[in-house]
């Protein structure tokens, strides 16, 4: 990878961090609502892996925890942002929120709220990317959790069995909301779990971007010539709780402070300093320059953005001209 | 006596229930060492044990599923859902086998089990976590279908269920979890689950309503009465097997009704009401009835929210048409 590109992926590690630190206040201050779930401290397996895959070509589905895989898979930021500030102008024109960013444009096939459901979805995905005869894949980014549902299992078997084209990145952080993985899953190595399913697998650290794009690149290639989907596995970590109600009281800080450490921007920071590509006061720069961007423009243009309209509640259900004797009139 | 929550209530209710009934048992994700997601289930383990409040895997099916297994053998499952969105992976062994154990096996077991969710909207939050699709649930024979509205009715009803030898359905709307309070005296006392609760006496309308819809409606009904119109306040609680007994009753005194729910109109369980009502009470009626529900459609984001569920501007519109009628 050349330095300009070095650089480029350092700057969208901050971007993706400082684009949630920013959400989390939006929604201390009420602007966003529901629910929130924070990829702090995983960015460098979503930006890692989509780094290596052809985004807008290929399809990428992921869960809840979902606005930096829409980013990296080419979602507009702004989009995302006014898709959580609830507004007309959001991805999902301000009806799904944060769990249920979409952009079918870039074939950015969605968060999920339900853990494990977008299994076999991806491997429909692959199968029809197959049918079609295209070179896309699809790639299904989901948690250590997801995997203890039974379309986990389900769609293994089939994807094996009919040689689909989907890479399964599993997402491990060692926790399902507040229950650490020794407590739901007998075989804590995710990717063992699959070769039962004569699925091809492995396992690397999640942290370090340089780790995660070579992993990545390998598996891709080998479920894009045609040998059937892969697992890989990244070990990883969540900084924030599961959601913005959690008081994190079911881990130490001992282990958080070990995983701040190995923060995938300062591991990646200091091997471009070392080699003299990045100076620290590039970086600052580059932080300022991220700031005023992601406020002065992205805020802003979700700030500013209308809401939808009560008149369009009833829309999008089953076709764009709605009957109104059966959607049942509006008022309020 | 201090008064509680509803969340607190069926706290209560579990602790109860678990401390005299030693076959009751606790089984969902987080429940455990977490106290749930909505802390329903807060400080059970520690007093209970591990085997007898047990932290699931993520894995819905299996949830609904051993639960079925175990109350086969006279164990009392009270098994948890995060949300009601949640119980879909497990929908199939609720439909397919807990509200069939009874039948198939024409009696000779039953199917103690009691599936917990917490229900409906009111937090901001779209589609699964704001879901309201009891008439899902009320559709199943073999099921029963309970939604509490009260702190008082919360501890009563769960306990109820727990005893009751059926599968339970048992939808928390989690809007009211922290809203009001009450004295609710431990005594172990259960309610009925076959009644309906008239939460307010009025003999110019009925309003029938339940879950969270209890608090849009009995503010309507404050409206009217300002305005002289006295409306009668009834909370279905139980919503199958339906006591329309009481609704009737209602009927014929008053000869208006609103039906209010937050559930989708289209085969909505106002739906099943209304039929019955027209069924039975046809003639007592002085006006055609009136549903105000949540529109077909997926519950949105956040400030949407407020326009999906029926209002009490809403309430009082059809209240309005019912009594203008001649
Ligand atoms: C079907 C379903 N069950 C339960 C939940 C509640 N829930 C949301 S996230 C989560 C834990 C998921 O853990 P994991 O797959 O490891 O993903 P992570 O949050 O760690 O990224 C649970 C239990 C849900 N959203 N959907
Ligand atoms: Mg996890």
Redesign the pocket.
Known sequence: MNPSDQKRLFRELIFYRRFEDRTYEAYMERKVGGFL?LYSGQEAVATGVLEKARCGHDYVIT???DHVHAMKAGASPKEVMAELYGKETGSSKGRGGSMHIFDPTVNFMGGY?????PFPLAAGLAMGAKMKGTDQIAICF?????NN?GTFHETLNMASLWNLPVLFVC?N?L???GTVIHRSTVVQDQYKRVSGYGIESSQHDGQDIDVVMEAAEKAIDHVRSGKGPYFIEFMTY?YRG?SMSDSKSYRSKEEEAEWINRDPILIYGNRLKEAGILSEKEIKKMETAIDEEIENEIIKFAEESPEPKVEDLSKYVLDDNPDPRWIGPLQS | MSEITIAEALNQALNHEMAIDENVVVMG??VGVNGGVFRITKGLQERYGAERVMDTP?S?TMISGMSIGMAAQGLKPVAEF??MG?IY?GFDQIISHASRLRNRTRGRLTCPVVYRAPYGSGIHAPE?HSESTEALFAHIPGLRVVIPSSPARAYGLLLASIRDPDPVVFLEPKRLYRMMKQDVPDNGEALPLDQCFVLREGKDVTLVTWGAMIHETRQAAETLEAEGIEAEVIDVATIKPLDIETILKSVQKTGRCVVIHEAARTCGVGAEIVAQISEKGLMDLLAPMQRVTGYDTIMPYNKLEKHYMPSVGRILLAVKTVMEYV
Request: charged share 25%.
């Open positions: 779930h869960g809840y925890r709220a339900l853990v494990g459901q989901l948690g250590d959790g997801a549902q997402e952080n926790y399902a909301i969540r599961h | 994700e987080d993520l819905e995060q949300f949640f992976p699964h």
